[in-house]
């Protein structure tokens, strides 16, 4: 199931990239060529990028790869600033709990 979510219009001379298909947590999505990953998660509707070990919630922050707030996994691989990498066709992109866990779907 696609998720079908509002999106800004483009304004001021800026344009998209060229849509592209990814996976967040499981579920089939869309992003834009040139969004960050963090970008693509907050237009899914869901602020929070991973939990701690303790459980508490952790997202965008510095947005410019410094404080690691916003840790996920991306194509398997966990610990994956979502602020500093760029979305592609057919990434696999997860919520991260803890230390590398995939997100409880
Ligand atoms: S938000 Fe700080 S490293 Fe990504």
């Known amino acids: 199931m696609t998720v079908d979510r ?5 304004t001021h001379g800026l344009q998209r990239g060229p849509e592209v298909n ?7 999505a869309s992003a834009y060529l040139g969004e960050s990953v963090a970008a693509a998660l907050m237009a899914d509707g869901d602020l929070s990028m991973r939990t701690t070990s303790g459980g508490e919630r952790r997202g965008l922050f510095c947005g410019m790869g410094v ?3 916003c ?11 979502a602020c500093v990498t760029w979305v592609r066709e057919g990434m696999d992109i997860a919520r991260q709990d803890g230390p590398g866990h995939r997100r409880a779907e």
């Open 6 to 10: 509002p999106r800004l219009p483009a």
């Open 22 to 28: 990814i996976t967040v947590d499981g579920r089939p």
């Open 67 to 69: 404080c690691f707030d």
């Open 71 to 81: 840790l996920v996994i991306v194509d398997g691989v966990p610990g994956t600033r």
